[in-house]
């Protein structure tokens, strides 16, 4: 299948988000899709760090943990600190 493209300018963008500049160069460092919290899997590729060294840093106390039946939960607030945010 052969696709024609026109030739010429690329057409202009349009700013259609209410971002500024500085949150888009910056963006957010715990991305979380508006998740209150996570598991710790999901917690340590937020993070960037080995699932092992965030267990560690839970069993020292940091960060904070939630039981809700057989599920541990970090407060997405908690990585937001760690990061010292």
Same mark, same amino acid.
Request: no cysteine.
């Given at each position: 299948?052969? $696709?024609? +493209? *026109?030739?010429? +300018?690329?057409? *202009?963008?349009? !700013? =259609? @988000?209410?971002?500024? /500049? /500085?949150? !888009?160069? +910056?963006?957010?460092? =715990? ?6 919290? %996570?598991?710790?899997?999901? /917690? /340590? +590729? ?5 699932? @092992? ?6 069993? #020292?106390?940091?960060?904070?943990? $939630?039981?809700?039946?057989? %599920?541990?939960?970090?407060? =997405?607030?908690?990585?937001? #600190?760690?990061?010292?945010?």
């Amino acid at each position: 299948m052969d $696709v024609k +493209r *026109k030739r010429g +300018r690329p057409p *202009k963008l349009r !700013v =259609v @988000s209410s971002q500024t /500049a /500085a949150q !888009v160069l +910056r963006p957010d460092p =715990v991305p979380t899709g508006g998740l209150l919290a %996570v598991r710790p899997r999901e /917690a /340590a +590729r937020m993070l960037s760090i080995g699932h @092992s060294k965030l267990y560690e840093m839970i069993a #020292a106390g940091r960060p904070r943990t $939630v039981k809700i039946g057989g %599920v541990t939960l970090i407060p =997405v607030s908690e990585l937001r #600190a760690l990061l010292g945010e």
